[in-house]
């Protein structure tokens, strides 16, 4: 068992890149969906939907994705933020139910 984080990023340092892009190929995927939604669409991630989470935000810093706004996760039952490719537009459901778009290219 790794007993430190510095251990754990050393383990999986080889399959990072492959993760990445696995994170990034299913958000082109399935755009506008939550970590938690993403994980229960691919069998990679189902087990533990963590493998996909902890490579968002990697993936967002090298601008191959982008955080869109919250929403109610379908899985989870709360507010979480939805991902797109990098210009995708993302859209807010409003109050009265209609799709407001908010940003992307």
């Known amino acids: 068992m790794l007993g430190t984080s510095k251990e754990a990023a050393r383990a999986i340092a ?6 990445q892009q696995h ?3 299913l958000i082109a995927r399935h755009p506008g969906k939550t970590a938690r939604e993403l994980a229960e669409l691919d069998p990679l991630c189902a087990k533990d939907p963590r493998v996909i989470n ?5 993936v967002e810093r090298r601008g191959l ?29 409003t109050p009265a139910g209609r799709r407001r778009r908010i940003g992307g290219s």
């Open 54 to 58: 902890r490579r968002l935000a990697e």
């Open 23 to 25: 994170a990034t190929e």
């Open 14 to 19: 080889p399959y990072l890149a492959g993760l």
């Open 65 to 93: 994705v982008s955080r869109g706004s919250a929403r109610v996760c379908a899985v989870s039952g709360r507010q979480a933020t939805t991902w797109w490719p990098p210009s995708a537009p993302h859209y807010r459901v």
